[in-house]
């Protein structure tokens, strides 16, 4: 289910339900010539479009802007960038709105510079906007003390349960480090991104374009196929059957 197709009533089952309510995390970063500047983005919601046939999910607007930064390209390659602390109060202030509102199950996906799953600017603002907004809602909802208090006794028996306040929000990369091994590999605007790109949205792909690559990084993206991306959506869609509950 797409939110933003969904009305109010539904909205509301699926919350009483605890559908994964899920939000791509994007970029708009530079990706060679051969690939469109959005790939970042737009490999997440390929893999859950997939998602989608098979498990009831409410997928959320992407965030399109993001925490690129200027590592692979400046200004000139049309990379945009936000800066951390504006893209963290900004995020906060969606998660803020759903939580309030009542989500329980809300999942972030990255996908861009979460090589091996590590923590990256974009991922760490991600986690701090979702703990600042928990951290918040259980003090206004249960008062100053709430954690120390013996209604929380059982705390350390529910963590990571559906009744753990700190797992109503997750950030999740799109493919685990795991994932990324079984995959056959990670990188950016290379075969392994270009491949990725190819199984989900091919038509943003033109590997004609490759031959005006001068970036290292771009340079085994001529090696990219479609099979190779559908086997790459394929072991991507497993991880994230383990990870959304």
Not at 63 to 79: D, H, K, Q
Not at 80 to 98: F, P, Q, R
Not at 137 to 166: C, H, I, R, V
Not at 173 to 184: E, N, R, S, T, V
Request: aromatic residues 12%.
């Amino acid at each position: 289910m797409q939110l933003i197709d969904m009305f109010y009533d539904d909205i509301e089952d699926a919350k009483k339900r605890k559908v994964p309510f899920i939000i791509p995390i994007g970029t708009l970063e530079y990706h060679a010539h051969h690939a469109s500047l959005g790939t970042d983005t737009m490999v997440v919601t390929g893999v859950l479009r997939e998602l989608e046939k098979e498990k009831e999910i409410v997928v959320c607007p992407p965030i399109w802007y993001g925490i690129a930064s200027y590592a692979v390209g400046g200004p000139e390659t049309n990379t945009i960038t936000i800066d951390e602390d504006a893209y963290a109060a900004y995020v906060y202030n969606i998660l803020k709105s759903m939580m309030y509102g009542g989500h329980k199950n809300i999942y972030l996906i990255p996908h861009h510079q979460t090589e091996h799953a590590g923590l990256m600017p974009m991922t760490i603002a991600c986690h701090k906007a979702a703990k600042k907004v928990t951290m918040e809602y259980m003090e206004d909802t249960l008062g100053k003390g709430w954690w120390g208090s013996n209604d929380y006794a059982d705390y350390y028996e529910k963590m990571e349960s559906a009744d753990d306040p700190f797992s109503y929000i997750k950030v999740l990369p799109l493919i685990g480090a795991d994932a990324q091994i079984k995959c056959g590999g990670f990188d950016h605007a290379g075969k392994w991104e270009t491949s990725l790109m190819m199984g989900t949205w091919p038509q943003n792909v033109d590997l004609s374009r490759c031959e005006r690559n001068t970036e290292w990084f771009a340079e085994s993206a001529k090696e990219a196929s479609e099979e190779t991306g559908k086997w790459m959506v394929q072991c991507t869609l497993e991880w994230l059957r383990e990870v959304i509950k």
